[in-house]
Structure formats: structure tokens, C-alpha cells
């Protein structure tokens, strides 16, 4: 019942910007244990909890990098970009394990029920990671010559990609960034990550 008035008064606030009455019946404190209770249920089930998790994001990832690879042949060719803008639509279930598969707010330590008051600082956050309408834009800018660089937008605001050695920089090179996740380019496979593997026979 606590839940159901936390989540009552968080979609009133959210949607309709009221402060409902639902809201008076929990305090601070409660509302950051039921936040943490959310976020571990989404860490477990599509965040860093489990390799596979993230693992059935490959497709969506290699798509992303072949459509920013084919602009950047079209455009070092001279034709113009026969796709400026790619548009796909999805929700937070699919959004989140992808931004898992690239690194984003990935904390040192694994979220478990046992450790709250050691997460109070933690980058795992699903609720301003994913919100409504969460978005993830990736932007490639043409600054001359070989000089390819994409920034990553989540929700508008834009985010550095984890493990980048210069981690000023909020719009590296193409290819830096390429390099960063070439093993998953290269060996991340939707069929083979997913495979269900059937229990030998008994004798």
C-alpha cells in the first residue's frame, strides 16, 4: 500500500504537476528507500545485474553503428547523406539495457538489497536516467577533413561516453569512440548471447 501511494503521487507530479495528497502520506526518507527499491528492481532485471541484460542490446548497437558508419561513407564519398536522421521508437525497457551495453552510469559498486546507505551517491538512478519520454540521441558533426565527431545526448542534456581516457571531452572523435566499444562491434552477437542451452540428458 506504501508503494501504491509512492507511485500515486509520483505520476500525479509527473503528468499533471500536482502535489497530491498521496504525497503527505510519506515522508523523505521512505521515498528514498521506495526510489532505491525501483531502481534495484530495474539494476537486477535490465540495468548491470546481469550480463545478459545488457548482451540483447547487440543488434540495437551494431544498427546504430552501421547507420553512422554508412553517413560517414556517403559523406567522405561526396554523395549526400541519404539518411540524416534516423528516427526509433521504444521504451525504457529496451533504452535502458542499451545504455547499460555502452557503460552509462555504471557505479563501482553492485547494487543489492543490503547496501542502501552505501548508494546514496550512486549514477544508477532509473528514474532520471529513463524518465517519460526518455531519449538517447546520437549526433555525428563533420568538423573537416577526418575530423568525425559524435556527441551523445540522453533526455536533451548531453553525456560523456565511460572510458574515454580524456574524460573532458563531451564530443570525441568517431573514431575514438568506435575503438572504445570494437570488441562488442566485433564480437557482440544478438544469436549466440541469447542462446537458450538445453540441459543434457539424463542417463
Not at 44 to 50: A, D, L, N
Not at 60 to 77: I, N, Q, V, Y
Request: hydrophobic share 40%; aromatic share 10%.
Amino acid at each position: 500500500m506504501a508503494e501504491a501511494a509512492f507511485y500515486l503521487c509520483a505520476y500525479e507530479f509527473t503528468i499533471r504537476t500536482v502535489n497530491s495528497p498521496w504525497c503527505h502520506l510519506i515522508d523523505e526518507e521512505s521515498a528514498k528507500v521506495m526510489e532505491y527499491a525501483g531502481d534495484l528492481k530495474e539494476f537486477w532485471k535490465r540495468g548491470y545485474g546481469y550480463d545478459i541484460n545488457s548482451k540483447a542490446s547487440c543488434v540495437l548497437l551494431h544498427d546504430l553503428f552501421d547507420r553512422l558508419d554508412k553517413a560517414t561513407r556517403e559523406k567522405r564519398s561526396g554523395v549526400e547523406v541519404a539518411e540524416a536522421v534516423t528516427v526509433q521508437v521504444g521504451h525504457a525497457d529496451t533504452l535502458l539495457p542499451l545504455l547499460t551495453l555502452l557503460g552509462f552510469f555504471k557505479d563501482a559498486d553492485r547494487m543489492t538489497s543490503t547496501n542502501y546507505a552505501a548508494q546514496t551517491g550512486r549514477s544508477f538512478r532509473s528514474g532520471r536516467i529513463v524518465p517519460y519520454a526518455a531519449n538517447l540521441v546520437l549526433v555525428l558533426y563533420d568538423c573537416g577533413g577526418d575530423d568525425l565527431r559524435l556527441q551523445p545526448l540522453l533526455n536533451e542534456r548531453p553525456v560523456k561516453f565511460p572510458g574515454l581516457s580524456d574524460q573532458e571531452v563531451s564530443m570525441p572523435r568517431f573514431q575514438d569512440v568506435k575503438e572504445l566499444y570494437r570488441e562488442l562491434l566485433q564480437g557482440c552477437d544478438f544469436e549466440s548471447e541469447c542462446r537458450l542451452v538445453e540441459a543434457p540428458a539424463e542417463a
